[in-house]
């Protein structure tokens, strides 16, 4: 069934997701702060609206895919946004944010009637041309049972059902970019090693990559590392998301000295 | 061709890979410090010299599985160690040590006009009698050549050939356990986020590893993690491989932010 939908947030995930979307016969309203970012969008006929409360149909589902806790407090607490969602609205929220933010949000929607389903996105960009997302999520089984065939559609290859509560999935999401993180920073400092002693790093990827990590972030990371294109983007998102994943060890007192460590090592 | 060695180091890796070899039809001499442990071997008539240089054959090929950088340091220097191996003999060391040492070891072999050929060893005891072991090596191509078929029988799944140049493949063997201590410790670190915030950790083990993380040693730490079985052991392995990384990083110059993190943690 094709569902009319709200897309909030047309960044570099969003735009793809948004297009995959269109591409399986959904009929999108689209916002986005910077409007001329949805020119792909509008030139196939989609509206762009010029309030994020304008992309809500009541009762409807609407997507959010935004950059952190500030923008989707703002979307969700401003211009009546809840309110016109109203009873029977769905939020499906793939941002990467605190979970006691989601939760604290999570609650309002509730207060609203309407529900919210976290959905983070594990995948580059390419990954959502690709259609070849990983999506864990969480929220109420209405929610998610109506969230589920669009983050099909979005992208996903893979969907992991976290249940009812919802923190439980942003929490899956900064465990895995911090394992993310971890594993290209340590392999940066593992070849590293290998380059300076007069070893082939391209050969110790390729042993290390087909034996003991035979993973696609050791093998994309490994190359990029060896042939030295890129080894540390400018992204701002290995700092934020660790950022997240450390005040969260924080609130539940886990020991974080890992993470601590490479949060020094991406703020620099 | 079955080939008469000598095996000197019967520990938890040496024994079953002496085995191993004894299984595929070689006729071994062996040693260790502490003989008892040599029993299922002498049980099936392998005979168990007292001194080290009673292993060799001159000529011959002697192989060695040792603790540490001392005790081969001990092995080779004592006893008329590389007069008896002599020239043609060669020398398939498996230890893990530092890369210099190898190199200062191997130079001594050259000077008695025998073959040192370094073949450290990727897995664990349980790994050996599966024969599943991932070993790189490294040496004279003469005694790469006359190792390696010893190395399958000894129980590897894959031979990674680093060149003639003693170090390359002990400089990607600590490169190697850097990497898997690091995965384990993080997994640790972020298993414990989901655990003290209410989420199942083996459902984010079952998630990672079956996407981003597809490989044994994320799949096999996380889940003793998850289960909260053994997730470290008390072995000294971990200290003893991020100090001999840390020590290289410093002679080549490489950073080390992470391995001098996880060395602080193992030491604890």
Redesign the interface.
């Known amino acids: 069934m094709s569902e009319a939908i709200g897309f909030i947030g047309l960044g570099l995930l969003g735009l793809p997701m948004a297009t995959n979307l269109v591409d399986a016969g959904h009929s999108l309203r689209v916002y986005n702060r910077t409007a001329s970012k949805a020119a792909p969008l509008v030139a196939r006929g989609v509206p762009l609206v010029t309030r994020a409360v304008d992309a809500v149909t009541t009762g409807g589902v609407v997507v959010s895919v935004l950059w952190d806790d500030a923008a989707l407090e703002s979307v969700v607490t401003g211009d009546g946004f809840l309110e016109k969602l109203g009873p029977d609205g769905v939020h499906v929220s793939m941002s990467t944010v605190l ?1 006691e933010t989601a939760r604290r949000i999570a609650a309002l929607h509730a207060r609203h009637g309407c529900t919210y389903v976290e959905a983070p996105v ?1 995948g580059r960009p390419e990954a959502a041309v690709a259609r070849k997302l ?1 999506i ?1 999520f969480a929220g109420a089984p209405a929610g998610r049972e109506r969230a589920r065939p669009l983050l099909e559609a979005m992208g996903a290859q ?1 969907i ?1 059902d ?1 249940g009812d ?1 919802v ?2 999935a942003t ?2 999401k ?3 970019n ?3 993180i ?2 290209a ?3 940066g ?11 082939d790093a391209r ?2 990827v390729e ?2 990559t ?9 093998q994309s990371y490994g190359k990029m590392i060896a042939d030295k294109t890129v080894p540390f983007t400018q992204s701002q998102i290995p700092k934020k998301d660790l950022g997240l ?1 450390l005040r ?2 924080e609130q ?8 601590s ?2 949060y ?2 991406v703020s620099r």
Chains 1, 2 share one sequence.
């Open positions: 979970p594990f990983w864990p893979g992991f976290f509560a923190g439980a929490v899956v900064l465990a895995g911090f394992l993310i971890s594993a920073r340590s392999l400092e593992a070849l590293s090693l290998a380059d300076k002693s007069g070893v050969a110790v042993m290390l087909t034996t003991l990590f035979p993973a696609p972030i050791y994943f969260t060890a539940v007192d886990s020991p974080a000295p890992l993470s460590q490479l020094d090592l």
